[in-house]
């Protein structure tokens, strides 16, 4: 994912960037260096069965690329994209690639590229697993209702649960765009997850939450959200990010909670300590706000 070792989904080529054949050996002269500690074998496995079509000299070339990409995503943007782009210009018909140049594009708010990379990773992969992304996207370019088409597209149900939840932020903040908070809370309350656990893409959603209680005014459950937020980022930060998920200390929750106490909180607590609502990450919308 950004920032790790392991590269993250998303990519493609500026328009006439995208390689129809595959280059000749050894490094273009307009490529970013790869350091030597970069291994083909970094990138994950699903990413590099992708790569099974290009000549393994060039395979291994655009796998480093790609795992650079993801790297550098957080802290350099824009060699994260140069990177993306040296990948696309060796293999610009693969999938993950398309997807990592929209992804690196997006993180440099690069809206309009990021969903013409998008639409042809979908176009290739037939996935809608970026559809979060697409309506991000959307936004990004100032089309906030454009942006609540494309959602309302894609069957939900046949989403895997990040992907679900990456959607409802990003519907969520399209709704905030229209100054409707209340139809941006209704988008959130549409995922479900177990506050028992905390997941990778769980600060982002309270994050939402906060955010969107904060507009309706109610200031208490914007303070329980943002806590919640805040100790979900605690807690992954110490443990391996390979972790699908924390489990939660619900006796400290608790008390953090207690702390703070909200006259209306979204997602009231069941008898069996879960909630109506909790769910996994997304993109932060353009405007800074989970989106």
Do not use: C
């Amino acid at each position: 994912m950004a920032g790790s070792d392991r590269p993250f989904r998303d990519g493609g080529p500026r328009r006439g960037v995208g390689a129809d054949r595959e280059p000749g050996p050894g490094r273009h002269v307009d490529e970013p260096v790869l350091p030597e500690d970069v291994r083909p074998g970094d990138l994950d496995r699903a990413a590099r069965a992708e790569l099974r079509t290009l000549s393994k000299e060039n395979a291994d070339a655009v796998a480093r690329h790609l795992v650079m990409a993801g790297r550098l995503i957080e802290d350099d943007p824009a060699e994260a994209h140069r990177h993306a782009l040296a990948a696309a210009r060796r293999a610009g018909r693969v999938a993950v690639v398309r997807e990592s140049v929209a992804i690196t594009a997006y993180a440099n708010g690069d809206f309009a590229l990021a969903l013409r990379e998008l639409r042809t990773f979908r176009r290739i992969s037939g996935s809608d697993d970026q559809i979060g992304l697409m309506v991000d996207s959307e936004r990004g370019v100032g089309r906030p209702d454009r942006a609540l088409e494309v959602g309302r597209g894609v069957d939900r149900a046949t989403l895997p649960v990040e992907a679900q939840v990456a959607l409802a932020i990003a519907m969520s903040g399209a709704r905030l765009d229209l100054e409707d908070p209340q139809g941006a809370l209704d988008e959130l309350e549409r995922v479900e997850v177990d506050l028992q656990r905390v997941h990778p893409w769980s600060p982002v959603l309270f994050e939402a939450l906060s955010a969107v209680h904060e507009d309706l005014g109610d200031a208490d459950a914007a303070a329980l959200w943002a806590r919640r937020a805040e100790r979900a980022g605690a807690l992954l930060s110490e443990v391996d990010e390979e972790a699908s998920s924390v489990v939660v200390d619900t006796e400290a929750e608790a008390e953090a909670e207690a702390e703070v106490e909200p006259s209306s909180a979204q997602g009231g607590t069941d008898d069996d300590g879960s909630v109506a609502t909790t769910a996994p990450e997304g993109p932060q919308g353009p405007d800074g706000v989970g989106g």
